[in-house]
C-alpha cells in the first residue's frame, strides 16, 4: 500500500539531524542543539516529584491546570506587557505544539503564511502539514537580519493569512525592539493577517529592547504570542509551554490539542507552577552566563577566518563560515569527522543558512572553550 503524498514529501528537522546522528556520543562537543547547560531549578523537580507522590498523576484539563494558566497569564501581563486574561491562556506539549496547533487554526489547504528565511526549520513542518503554503521573507547581513517591508508587501496576495515572527531569533539572536515591531503590527493590520510570535526565548535579551509584539494591543486580537518553559527554565525535557490567544481562537485551538495529546503531562505542569512562583533571580544569572559565552565566542573568533554579527538574545551564534569555501552541510560534516565538535549546518533554517552554521552556547564555558579550541584549528 502506498501513503499519501503529503506524508511522503513532509520535511525532517536538520537541527534533529545533527543531533540524532551523535547522540551518546562522548567524544563529541555539542554546540548543534538548544539545550541549556544548566539544570532545571531544584524546586521544580521537587514540586512536580511532590505532585506525582501525592497521587497528581491523572489527567488535568486539556487548556491546563487553572492555578498554571493563571500564573501563566500573570508572568505574560508583567513580564511581556500583553494584557490578557486568563481564560484566554491555553498550556501546550511544549513550545512546539502550541505553534503547530495556532498554524493548524488559522490555516487552511492553500492558504499561505509568510516565514522567515532563515528560521526554525519547524514553521515549515507545521505549514506543510495543514497543507498551507509557505512564502519566506529574507533575513539577510545587509539589513541587520531584520524584515523588508517592501519585500513582505510583495508577498501578500489574498490567500495570506498570517505573519510568523520570531524574537530573539532562532537560529540568528535578533532582537525585534518597539519600531520594528510596530511597523510589523501595521503591516498585518494593513493585509489583515494574524500574527503569530514566537517568544520562546523572551527571557534571554542582551539588549534590553526586546518588546512583546502582544503588548500593542489593548488585549489579544490579532496576536497570537508563544512562550516556552525549555529555554528560559531549563525544562526541554518537561515539555510545557503556553499561548496567549484572542478569544476567538481559544476553543477552535482546543478542538486540535485535545485529539493530539489531550493534556500536558500533571507532574510536569506543577513543575512548571513552581517556575514561575518562584524566586526569578536565577534567571539573570543564567543569562549573564549565556551572555559571557556569546562573548567568549566572539573574542576567540576575532582575526580568524570565522566571523558573526552580535546576536542580542538567545543563546546561538550565527557564524559565518563562507571563507571555507564548503557549502554548510559539508563544513558541518567536516567539523565533526575531523574535529569531533558538531554544529548545525546554517541551511537547516532554509536557503539563506548557505554559508553559515549555528553554534550554540547554550553549553558550559569549559565545553565551549574545548569546541572553540577544535574549531579554530578546522
Known sequence: MELPLVARTRPQSGVRKMMEMTWGRTDVVH????????????????????????????????????????????????????????????????GANALFAVLGTVLGTGDSVLLPNP???NFTMMAKAFGANPRYYDLKIDNRYQPDMDQLEALVDSSTRALMLNSPSNPLGTVMDRKQAEELFAFAEKHDLWIISDECYDQIDFSGRHVSIGSLEASPERVISVFS?????????????????????????????????????????????????????????????????????????????????????????????SD?????????????????????????????????????????????????DRLLQA
Request: aromatic share 10%.
Open 324 to 372: 571555507f569555501g564548503q557549502t554548510s552541510e559539508a563544513f558541518a560534516l567536516r567539523l565533526l569527522e575531523q574535529c569531533n565538535v558538531v554544529v548545525t549546518p546554517g541551511t537547516a533554517f532554509g536557503t539563506n543558512g548557505e554559508g553559515y552554521v549555528r553554534l550554540s552556547l547554550a553549553t558550559t564555558a569549559k565545553q565551549l572553550e574545548l569546541g572553540l
Open 31 to 94: 554546540l548543534e542543539v538548544g539545550e541549556p547547560g544548566f539544570d532545571t531549578p531544584d524546586h521544580v523537580i521537587a514540586a512536580a516529584a511532590k505532585a506525582a507522590r501525592d497521587g497528581k498523576t491523572k489527567y488535568s484539563p486539556t487548556p491546563g491546570l487553572p492555578e498554571l494558566r493563571e500564573a501563566a497569564a500573570a508572568k505574560i501581563r508583567t513580564v511581556n506587557g500583553i494584557n490578557c486574561q486568563t481564560s484566554e491562556v491555553l498550556v501546550s506539549n511544549g
Open 229 to 321: 518553559f525549555s529555554k528560559v527554565y531549563a525544562m526541554t525535557g518537561w515539555r510545557v509551554g503556553y499561548a496567549a490567544l484572542p478569544k476567538q481562537v481559544v476553543n477552535p485551538m482546543l478542538g486540535l490539542l485535545q485529539p493530539s495529546v489531550m493534556c500536558v503531562n500533571t507532574p510536569s505542569q506543577y513543575g512548571a507552577l513552581a517556575a514561575l512562583e518562584g524566586s526569578q533571580d536565577y534567571l539573570t544569572s543564567w543569562r549573564d552566563g549565556y551572555r559571557c559565552n556569546r562573548d567568549l565566542v566572539l573574542k576567540r573568533i576575532a582575526g580568524s577566518r570565522y566571523s558573526a554579527m552580535t546576536p542580542d538574545g538567545g543563546f546561538y551564534v550565527w557564524l559565518d563560515v
Open 119 to 121: 528560521g526554525w526549520s
